[in-house]
Structure formats: C-alpha cells, structure tokens
C-alpha cells in the first residue's frame, strides 16, 4: 500500500532531528516554530515560556515524546562571538544549561553540513541561558567527539544534611555545572546505580531535591533566573570500567533520568573533586551513566568567580543521529498538549 502524503495539509507540522548522546535523547526542532522573541538568550526563553509551552508539551509528552524526553531549539545567536543560541526543554520546563545538549547539537550541525566542522584551534560560540559555551570538535577512533567549555563550575556547600522518610539522615554537597544539583554517595547509602534500580532512585531523588530545597535556599551570584536546585546526582565508585573514575545516575526535572553522565552534573562534579580530591587542572576523569554511556571532564583553568572558587571544566562525549522525523498535529487531536504517564 502507498500512503499519500499531500493530504495532510490542514496539519500543523513541526520538523525535528534526533540524536543521543551516550544514551541521553535529543529532540532539536529544526521547523515549525515561529519567531522567538528576545535580544537576550534569557529573554528568549521567557518568552517560550510565557507563549509556546503547548508546543513544548507536545514534543515532549506522550503519544510523540516521553516521561524522558529532551529538547532543544536552535536560535539566532544574541552575542556577537556565537554561531547559534539553543533552548533546552524537558519534561518540567526550560532547562539552564544541557551538556549532552550542547554535543548532541553541535554533532548534528556538523554532521549535516550547517556548521562546518572547525580547524584545531577554532571553536564554535553557544549561546545558553546559562552563559556562552565554546565548543569543539575533532574525530577520534573514527567518531566525531564534540568536547565543549563549559560557564564557571564551583561548590556552594560541603556535606550538609537532611532527614528522608524511611531513610533518615543523607548527607549531600551542593554544586553549579551550569545548573544546581545535590550530590549524594550512593555507596554510603548500599544503593545500586543500575538500570534494574532506577525506580528506587527516581523515588529517592525527588525526595532529596524537595528536601534539599526547603533546607538550603540558593542565590546565584549573577543571574537570579538560575537560583534553583536542578536535580540530584547519586555517585558511585562501583563503575563497569576500570578506567572510569566513578558512574553519575541524575535524577532531574519532574523525575527524568539521565541516560548520560549528564554534561552539567559531571562539571560540576570537576568542581566538587577539585575540593574533596584536590583534582588538578588537565587531569581527565571519565564518568559513566547509568547505561554505560562516558563521559570525559578535565578542569582547564581555575579562577574567582564572583568571591566563588570556580573552574572552568571541559567535558566530552559522543552523539548519534537516531531519526528525522515531521511530528503533526491536526485541530481535532484531542490530547494537543499530550499527557505523561510514569
């Protein structure tokens, strides 16, 4: 049977590429938006926010998304360094910064020929709500690696304390990787980072966050729009590879699991093992996820940020194309919004 395309024009379409980096999806809506409005990257996602959240909702949520989806949308830079500005969007909301989000979309740009891909010495300027990122690009084992440098990473607390129902007391670190997450040795607390477990955790790290964030308000030192708790990252020693220095498993958003080490939470964690580890600049550590998928982060400099020590972490990864896909919505659906189901 062939099926005719050309009658769904009454439909309204949205054109998208998907990818995955180390695992973590990537939805990056190529068409079908309209204008974002804004000078500032920042303004840019207000204004999604306060106008386009249906379509948000749409990519995202079932039947054309998932609890665990993820997106981006690419838009005209606001700074005159960079080549793009991108948008993250998930399951909650707008995101501040997206690691594997920053790969994922500079491998397809690449990939696709929009952006050529840069000489030795040259990098590619991001605009992300959380402040400019540079990213690079080179092949390695026959793959492309996309490593980008990421805003000022640092600590805000050293092992702070709450008490979780029917777990009791958890101790947890607090760092900025471009967002706010809470860190917490699952090793201390006998629970498995594995894929059979991740209800467990998805349980267990809503609870820290929600209690994290009645205990310690934050404030970050620039911009106000980023003084929120993302997520919570359980560590583990207990990795599959030798040459892993330890498995990340976030749990962010309403509950999303990353399926990658998470490019914010591995930068921050340079931070935090800058403090506890006394890890030294150029010194790379891999990190895995929860499906096996690594990672790589190395401090590149060291600074004050705002009276913060801060570093500046250079993390790395790979993506790969998974689909393009025309997602459509016709007046009659009667979920244009979708729905979520755990």
């Given at each position: 049977?062939?099926?005719?395309?050309?009658?769904?024009?009454?439909?309204?379409?949205?054109?998208?590429?998907?990818?995955?980096?180390?695992?973590?999806?990537?939805?990056?809506?190529?068409?079908?938006?309209?204008?974002?409005?804004?000078k500032?990257?920042?303004?840019?996602?207000?204004?999604?926010?306060?106008?386009?959240?249906?379509?948000?909702?749409?990519?995202?949520?079932?039947?054309?998304?998932?609890?665990?989806?993820?997106?981006?949308?690419?838009?005209?830079?606001?700074?005159?360094?960079?080549?793009?500005?991108?948008l993250?969007?998930?399951?909650?909301?707008?995101?501040?910064?997206?690691?594997?989000?920053?790969?994922?979309?500079?491998?397809?740009?690449?990939?696709?020929?929009?952006?050529?891909m840069?000489?030795?010495?040259?990098?590619?300027?991001?605009?992300?709500?959380?402040?400019f990122?540079?990213?690079?690009?080179?092949i390695?084992?026959d793959?492309?690696?996309?490593?980008?440098?990421?805003?000022?990473?640092?600590?805000?607390?050293?092992?702070?304390?709450?008490?979780?129902?029917?777990?009791?007391?958890?101790?947890?670190?607090?760092?900025?990787?471009?967002?706010?997450?809470?860190?917490?040795?699952?090793?201390?607390?006998?629970?498995?980072?594995?894929?059979?477990?991740?209800?467990?955790?998805?349980?267990?790290?809503?609870?820290?966050?929600?209690?994290?964030?009645?205990?310690?308000?934050?404030?970050?030192?620039?911009?106000?729009?980023?003084?929120?708790?993302?997520?919570?990252?359980?560590?583990?020693?207990?990795?599959?590879?030798?040459?892993?220095?330890?498995?990340?498993?976030?749990i962010?958003?309403?509950?999303?699991?990353?399926?990658?080490?998470?490019?914010?939470?591995?930068?921050?964690?340079?931070a935090?093992?800058n403090?506890?580890?006394?890890?030294?600049?150029?010194?790379?550590v891999?990190i895995?996820?929860?499906?096996?998928?690594?990672?790589?982060?190395?401090?590149?400099?060291?600074?004050?940020?705002h009276?913060?020590?801060?570093?500046?972490?250079?993390?790395?990864?790979?993506?790969?194309?998974?689909?393009?896909?025309?997602?459509?919505?016709?007046?009659?659906?009667?979920?244009?919004?979708?729905?979520?189901l755990?």
């Amino acid at each position: 049977m062939q099926f005719n395309y050309h009658n769904f024009n009454n439909y309204q379409l949205i054109k998208t590429i998907d990818a995955h980096t180390e695992g973590e999806p990537l939805r990056i809506i190529t068409e079908g938006y309209p204008e974002i409005i804004g000078k500032t990257i920042l303004q840019k996602r207000q204004y999604l926010t306060e106008n386009l959240d249906h379509l948000r909702q749409l990519l995202m949520f079932e039947p054309r998304g998932h609890a665990d989806m993820y997106g981006a949308l690419i838009t005209a830079p606001c700074s005159k360094d960079a080549d793009f500005g991108i948008l993250f969007m998930h399951n909650e909301g707008y995101s501040s910064m997206c690691g594997h989000g920053i790969i994922a979309a500079v491998s397809v740009a690449i990939e696709s020929q929009t952006i050529k891909m840069p000489n030795h010495d040259e990098y590619i300027g991001i605009d992300s709500p959380a402040g400019f990122i540079k990213a690079y690009a080179k092949i390695k084992d026959d793959n492309l690696e996309v490593s980008f440098d990421n805003v000022p990473s640092f600590v805000e607390v050293l092992d702070q304390e709450v008490e979780i129902d029917g777990i009791g007391k958890v101790t947890y670190d607090i760092a900025f990787g471009g967002a706010y997450y809470a860190f917490v040795d699952a090793d201390n607390l006998g629970i498995n980072c594995t894929p059979e477990n991740q209800q467990t955790l998805i349980n267990l790290g809503r609870l820290i966050k929600e209690a994290v964030m009645k205990n310690y308000p934050l404030l970050h030192p620039v911009e106000n729009d980023l003084s929120f708790l993302y997520g919570t990252i359980f560590y583990s020693k207990d990795t599959d590879n030798q040459s892993s220095h330890s498995r990340h498993v976030c749990i962010f958003a309403d509950g999303e699991v990353d399926r990658s080490p998470t490019g914010t939470g591995v930068s921050a964690r340079a931070a935090l093992l800058n403090v506890k580890e006394h890890l030294k600049t150029h010194t790379p550590v891999i990190i895995e996820s929860i499906v096996g998928g690594k990672m790589t982060v190395n401090i590149q400099k060291i600074m004050n940020y705002h009276g913060k020590n801060a570093v500046t972490p250079r993390v790395s990864g790979r993506a790969f194309v998974t689909g393009v896909h025309q997602f459509m919505l016709s007046d009659k659906d009667i979920f244009p919004k979708g729905f979520l189901l755990r």
